[in-house]
């Protein structure tokens, strides 16, 4: 089970968390096509390596934040509130990205 | 029947011989000592079968001593503490403690199921699958009545079993020689620390093996530093506990058993659950059985275990002892037991043997039999001789001529270890083959706070797998910031009298590749997995069947799948298939290591959860006037709801047709506190509710209720409920009772990511309200008879909030309800809701109240046809299907679900849309769920096309027949035609009967 370090109360157990989806999804303007809305809706990076997660701190102080965590070994990375200046990927992305 | 325990030498073991425990065995009493496990006890009576095999039924005995046991599976206690499965090895002497083995008809020494040798033919690799196709049915009663484990306690256990929380800085897992070294540096630290060891007794390999450490006797060095770490207030130390799991972020499970001793026992198992910054892993190595005819025999065993039973127990498991290996390390085995007075031979499958222990075996005089393999084992219910053959130089076979045969009564043997690497691989821990070992060592991690050592980590000696331990523990402190000073000082580390370094006496991998050399021209059984039966020949036939995954061949033949996780038996296995495949051993790597470690009761995973505490429920806080009044209670989400009153055992369609009638006729109240609350306030709450809401919400004036429905973002219905507005910028928001919690964390979503720039705050008032729904046609004359005086500023009026007095307290009186007619939802706060229920009820008695239940207001709300959301409509229903088009603002141009339905298809022909059903006989309920056809569907022609289900139906007093609702494809365009609902009949066979589409309203107040 992960420690997930919530910006406004610290480390806690991923328990106290819920997982809503990737981070910073746009919602489009409501003029687009139906190809556009629908990938809004279902279509996900799945990204092999360090993502943007959407939690939410439920058991706590029910803040929405963002979480750095690798999807294959699943280490958290940091943290960090909405509208806060998005902290780079952890080195080791930079590098899978480069490569 | 031997009465004494003449396996126990004199001057041998550390069991306390001053203290005499008394057990029993099939009903046979006998004694051992404090410290004893039950494996110790019954082999000092020199009782080795114990138990039946799961597929044959074969005589087994103790393999091994600890829990990597395949073999002695026990069931203790009785009534309700009955435990069955139980490892021998494992089970920890305690007076009076009652014990039966398992697994055998109709005695363990006689089995007729053995003697009848009927289904070791039948139960070879793939048998349940080949099986299945053609004879299950038959096979099925035979097969469960034969194979099987202990039987389940039958009784409720009212011991306790708890779980405990606890997290440090470092977790020592194993207090073997390299765990213990670890220890001893982490006392010296500051930081927080667990040691768990699974024995009663710590030590590990190190309570069999020679080693001096600084002088002192290896067990000595061991206890020393375990008794300090006893009185050490920042080390909590875990005996009788098992890791049993090891999940990412260092998260650990284990369990602790009860040593079952004392007054008040505690409970019987806890499990804990342990956060460590830092996990040293030294969970050892496991000894590999040989692979040769009779394996099995009571009497075969590893020997690493005889020697323990024998240093530590002082057990001498036997008189003439044949000692099988490929490694140094089994000499140690050798010596001792010539040391204890056993006759002692050896044989060996190398060449030009040397080594630290056998060299000295060979001095001592003790028969060294050089290339040399085990051919099969005579004797049944134990050992009575081994036979042999001669290798090549190679460690091939010679064509497997018997050489040479001599009576014993115990063979000794050791095909290597394997490191024990279970809970690295539990986390995601890699591993990686060592081609010269022929062993899975774990991959160092990097990053990883998880270190792991000793042979666990594929240590040479005894002397690396200290320096491993000790520099792991140094590491973990120094990583946490709590560093000791100074280096790493020197140990002496000792064996047999000799000091040895780093790297010197690697006798645990000192071994060639001896896979298997008699593979072919045996006959009889060669166990590769002892607890589930699987042999040689098992893998052989997998393999011929074409299985080259190691996955599918264990999944095949069952192998490493049994309650041991193959411990003794997986390794065997993967080199075994990988052999047959040409490779090296190692070749098709492992299969997946899955939690537990060893099994776990139900018991404790349970914990403290059971009976009234198993989940936590909700309840409202008239909750006890309903129990007095009879209710009989539903789980609506986590909460307790009223779903009828039953009065004098009444069946609940009476007591549904009694509130029915009894709301409409006069006044009926419903305890709604469950609905789920929200308020709202801030200057932007109106333009929140204009976002999730599909209706617009900008006209709605103070005082004025509204419903709503909420779409996701694919234009599907979410929640719906009423929301009021009580002031200029603030509104108080109802959801259904299962969506309340889904429906605030869905609009703080959207306020905390996508509009937080706005000025609205939300919160949940479920809790601080009671809800009562007052209905039917004396609600108005009710309600004015209890409120206060004077108390309502303006009259209550539909669609209308307002506040007035009951005996003084404020209440809310909400002019909306769910039933159609005459109605209010008075809420108050909850701590006078019992008061008020009692007070409604009293005021009531006039009118002739009924309350009622939520199966009564599902019945009266269809009656009007209103929707539940989650059983009328749900996530697959637009507002459109649901026959709420005038809901959907044409005004908007945004609004939480605005764009999804304007997907193409959402509004075309071929919706399933809600409508009202009847079936043809009024007296007939239609089934909920039941499928509907089209008229014209011939039912021998299949496939049916499905036009839709029935998703609520009802008996209703009221109306005076059945009614119901459903989907139905195109329904809003087919009223008055006719369809079919299917059900199953009574005999199981598919039926239909005949229903009409009808406007979904039934009922209105003054008549129909
Ligand atoms: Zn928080």
């Not at chain 1, 990938?39 to 750095?68: I, K, M, P, T």
């Not at chain 2, 005589?59 to 139980?86: M, Y």
């Not at chain 2, 139906?953 to 299917?982: C, F, H, Q, T």
Request: charged fraction near 25%; aromatic fraction near 10%; hydrophobic fraction near 35%.
């Amino acid at each position: 089970m992960l420690y997930i370090p919530c910006p406004w109360c610290g480390e806690r157990e991923e328990l106290e968390f819920h997982y809503h989806d990737e981070g910073h999804i746009v919602r489009p303007d409501v003029s687009v096509g139906d190809g556009e809305w629908s990938s809004y809706l279902y279509e996900r990076e799945n990204v092999e390596g360090w993502q943007r997660d959407l939690w939410s701190h439920d058991a706590g102080c029910r803040r929405y934040f963002y979480v750095l965590r690798h999807s294959v070994t699943d280490e958290i990375g940091g943290a960090y509130k909405v509208g806060e200046k998005l902290p780079p990927l952890p080195v080791e992305a930079e590098r899978e990205m480069g490569s | 029947m031997i009465k004494r325990a003449l396996n126990r030498v004199e001057g041998w073991g550390r069991v306390d011989r001053t203290q005499e425990i008394d057990f029993s065995f099939d009903g046979q009493w006998m004694k051992g000592y404090r410290g004893d496990t039950l494996a110790s006890a019954l082999l000092s009576y020199d009782m080795h079968l114990v138990g039946r095999s799961f597929k044959y039924h074969r005589p087994r005995g103790f393999l091994g001593v600890g829990s990597e046991e395949p073999n002695g599976l026990v069931t203790w206690g009785e009534g309700k503490g009955l435990t069955p499965n139980t490892r021998g090895t494992m089970l920890e002497l305690s007076e009076g403690l009652k014990v039966r083995s398992q697994n055998y008809w109709p005695s363990l020494h006689y089995d007729v199921k053995e003697g009848l040798g009927l289904f070791s033919g039948l139960l070879t690799a793939g048998f349940y699958y080949k099986t299945f196709i053609w004879g299950w049915r038959f096979y099925e009663p035979l097969i469960r009545r034969m194979a099987g484990l202990g039987e389940g306690p039958r009784e409720v256990c009212e011991r306790d079993y708890a779980w405990r929380y606890c997290s440090c800085d470092v977790l020592v897992i194993g207090g073997g020689s390299s765990g213990t070294a670890a220890l001893s540096e982490l006392l010296r630290g500051k930081g927080r620390v667990v040691i768990l060891d699974e024995g009663h007794t710590e030590g590990g390999w190190m309570q069999g093996d020679e080693g001096e450490v600084e002088g002192m006797e290896g067990m000595d060095w061991v206890r020393s530093v375990w008794s300090e770490a006893d009185s050490c207030d920042h080390v909590r130390v875990l005996r009788r506990t098992t890791a049993v799991s090891v999940y990412p972020g260092n998260y650990v499970l284990a369990v602790e058993r009860s040593d079952e001793v004392g007054e008040g026992l505690g409970p019987r198992e806890v499990l804990w659950k342990i956060r460590a910054k830092e996990v040293i892993l030294a969970s050892g190595g496991l000894e590999q059985p040989s692979t040769f005819v009779n394996n099995d025999r009571p009497g075969v065993m590893l020997a690493g275990a005889v020697r323990r039973y024998l240093r530590h127990y002082g057990v001498r498991v036997g008189e003439r002892v044949c000692v099988v290996t490929n490694n140094d390390d089994a000499y140690q085995t050798a010596l001792v037991m010539k040391e204890a007075g056993s006759e002692v031979m050896v044989l060996d499958s190398r060449y030009d043997v040397r080594g630290l222990f056998s060299d000295r075996a060979r001095e001592e005089g003790i028969r060294i039999e050089e290339g040399s393999y085990p051919t099969r084992v005579r004797g049944r219910n134990r050992v009575r001789g081994l036979g042999w053959e001669n290798l090549g130089q190679g460690g091939e076979s010679l064509g497997g001529r018997e050489v040479g045969y001599e009576e014993v009564d115990i063979v000794a043997m050791s095909h290597g270890f394997t490191p024990c690497v279970h809970l690295n691989c539990h986390w995601g821990g890699k591993l990686k083959f060592d081609e010269e070992r022929e062993i899975f060592v774990p991959e160092e991690s990097s990053g990883e706070r998880f270190q792991v050592v000793g042979m666990a980590m594929g240590e040479e000696g005894f002397a690396g797998g200290m320096v491993s331990g000790r520099e792991a523990g140094r590491r973990a402190l120094s990583r946490l910031g709590m560093g000791l000073r100074g280096r790493m000082g020197m140990w002496k580390v000792g064996v047999g009298g000799r000091e040895v370094e780093e790297g010197e006496g690697d006798r645990r991998w000192d071994r060639e590749s001896v896979w298997f050399p008699n593979l072919w021209h045996k006959p009889g059984k060669q166990f590769v997995d002892f607890q589930n039966d699987v042999s040689v020949r098992d893998v052989l036939l997998a393999h011929a069947e074409g299985f080259e995954s190691v996955e599918h061949m264990k999944r095949y033949t069952t192998l490493g799948m049994a309650t041991d996780q193959g411990k003794t038996s997986n390794m065997h296995g993967l080199a075994l298939l990988s052999k047959l495949c040409g490779k090296g051993a190692g070749f098709l790597g492992t299969t997946t290591y899955r939690p537990p470690f060893t099994p776990l009761t139900i018991g404790t995973v349970a914990g403290m959860h059971r009976g009234d505490v198993y989940h936590a429920v909700r309840t409202t806080s008239a909750h006890s006037a309903h129990v007095e009044m009879g209710a009989v209670f539903e789980d609506v989400g986590d909460w307790k709801r009223a779903r009828y009153y039953t009065q004098t055992g009444e069946s609940m369609d009476a007591a549904v047709r009694r509130e029915s009638l009894g709301v409409r006729e006069g006044v009926g109240v419903m305890d709604a506190s469950t609905l789920g609350k929200i308020d709202i306030r801030g200057k932007d709450s109106v333009r929140l509710l204009n976002m999730l809401y599909t209706n617009d919400w900008s006209g709605l004036k103070e005082g004025g209720c509204r419903y709503g429905m909420m779409l996701d973002e694919a234009g599907m219905i979410m929640d719906d409920g009423v929301t009021a507005r009580l002031g200029v910028d603030h509104y108080h928001m109802t959801t259904t009772t299962g969506g309340a919690a889904r429906v605030l964390g869905w609009i703080e979503g959207w306020l905390q990511t996508e509009w937080p720039d706005w000025e609205v705050y939300c919160k949940s008032v479920t809790e601080v309200w009671s809800v009562y729904a007052v209905n039917g046609v004396h609600s108005l004359d009710m309600l004015r008879d209890i409120l206060d005086d004077g108390s309502l500023a303006e009259g209550v009026s539909p669609m209308r909030v307002s506040e007035g007095k009951v005996g003084g307290v404020g209440v809310r009186i909400f002019g909306v309800n769910f039933t159609g007619g005459l109605g209010y939802e008075i809420n108050i706060p909850s701590r006078y809701g019992l008061w008020l229920w009692r007070r409604i009820l009293e005021a009531g008695e006039k009118y002739g109240i009924v309350p009622y239940g939520t199966e009564t207001m599902h019945l009266l709300r269809a009656e009007v046809g209103y929707v539940i959301v989650g059983q009328d409509v749900d996530s697959t229903v637009t507002p459109y299907d649901a026959d709420h088009d005038g809901l959907v603002s044409k005004k908007k141009e945004d609004f939480l679900g605005y764009r999804g339905l304007k997907f193409g298809g959402l509004r075309g022909s071929g919706r399933l849309e809600l409508v009202g059903l009847e079936s043809e006989n009024s007296e007939e309920k239609l089934e909920e769920g039941g499928v509907i056809l089209s008229e014209a569907a011939d039912l021998s022609l299949l496939p049916l096309e499905n036009e839709g289900h029935v998703t609520s139906s009802y008996m209703s007093p009221n109306v005076g027949r059945s009614i119901a609702m459903g989907l139905v494809k195109d329904g809003k365009s087919r009223y008055g035609e006719e369809v079919l609902v299917g059900r199953v009949g009574a005999g199981g066979e598919f039926e239909t009967t005949k229903a009409k589409i009808v406007s979904r309203v039934w009922w209105r107040e003054g008549g129909l």
